[in-house]
């Protein structure tokens, strides 16, 4: 079955440190990739996506992700993050193949002002 | 405003008793899911539908039963067969391979 990796369960940073989440995904030929991120107490909602063309993708907030192929990765980055940006954020993957959509485990992100 | 009304938003169930869990979309979205999320667990797929009338087991479809009588519509009931059915479920649409549009969610707790 494919699966999606998060790796850093919890991350505690403080304000206007740059931000780094990997997300790894299993072959399964052609994905679209995507970062969504919960707010406390609100729902899930799409950061940014991946389809084609630039491997680097630009989301909201100042957020973007970059699409590695030979590597399976699609990490999430933001250099300067805020108070506002504490949140759990999930990579998701869609294989095309299989038509489902694969979520990654999630990432408790924790600023300190 | 288009989007995905799921609710109630808390559902208390004692023991025993099965509780329906309502989904309703107005983006005209082909594709609906349940997903039951979980404290470290991330997001786990019950069920998923693509057309109306048809739905699929996900990953964890035991205890769980859904229908599709229109494409508006994917309600999921959780049965009494379900071991351990609190936790936050989450329903979501989409269209084709282009993301997720999620609802707001329910909590579900058995008492």
């Known amino acids: 079955a494919q699966s999606v990796s998060q790796h850093n369960h919890h991350v505690i940073l403080s304000e206007a440190a740059s931000l780094e989440l990997g997300c790894n995904y299993s072959?399964?030929?052609?994905?679209?990739l995507f970062w969504y991120v919960q707010y406390p107490g609100q729902h899930l909602q799409l950061l940014l996506k991946?389809?084609?063309?630039?491997?680097l993708v630009k989301g909201i907030k100042g957020f973007e992700a970059e699409f590695i192929k030979s590597k399976f990765s699609f990490n999430l980055r933001k250099p300067s993050v805020q108070w506002s940006d504490t949140a759990e954020y999930f990579c998701?993957?869609?294989?095309?193949?299989?038509?489902?959509?694969?979520f990654g485990s999630g990432t408790k992100l924790n600023v300190k002002p | 405003d288009g989007g995905i009304t799921q609710s109630p938003k808390y559902l208390f169930r004692k023991e025993g008793q099965n509780v329906t869990l309502s989904c309703e979309q107005n983006?005209?979205?082909?594709?609906m899911y349940w997903y039951r999320q979980d404290p470290g667990q991330g997001l786990r797929l019950i069920y998923y539908?693509?057309?109306?009338?048809?739905?699929q087991k996900g990953d964890i479809a035991e205890g769980y039963s859904v229908s599709r009588e229109k494409k508006e519509s994917f309600p999921l009931t959780v049965t009494s067969a379900q071991k351990n059915p609190t936790a936050f479920y989450l329903c979501?649409?989409?269209?084709?391979?282009?993301?997720?549009?999620f609802g707001s969610g329910t909590r579900l707790t058995v008492v």
């Open positions: 979501a649409s989409s269209m084709a391979n282009y993301g997720y549009t």
């Open positions: 072959y399964g030929g052609t994905v679209n």
């Open positions: 991946y389809f084609s063309g630039d491997p």
């Open positions: 998701a993957v869609n294989y095309h193949n299989f038509n489902k959509f694969y």
């Open positions: 983006l005209n979205h082909d594709a």
């Open positions: 539908s693509q057309i109306v009338n048809d739905f």
